[in-house]
């Protein structure tokens, strides 16, 4: 079965549910090694957590964020 045939198998047949369940599986089935992630990135990653390293109070506790996340934007 060709890439094109599972998609459009799985576009037509499966539920929405089932959909973000198989793009999740898909997701986690890769490894760090699997993905080629670009300098760029990797350096901003570098410069966010020498930030933190410097101001731990300055970040926002998890459950603050997510609930700023689902606050609903006018």
Known sequence: MTKAE????????????????LAVELW???GPEDLDVPDWHLAI???????????P????????????LRKPRA
Do not use: K, M, N, Y
């Open 6 to 21: 599972i998609r459009d198998e799985a576009l037509t047949r499966l539920s929405p549910q089932e959909r973000v369940d």
């Open 28 to 30: 986690e089935s890769l």
């Open 45 to 55: 990653v570098r410069e966010r957590l020498e930030e933190h390293r410097r101001d």
């Open 57 to 68: 109070d300055g970040a926002l506790p998890g459950e603050e964020l997510l609930a700023w």
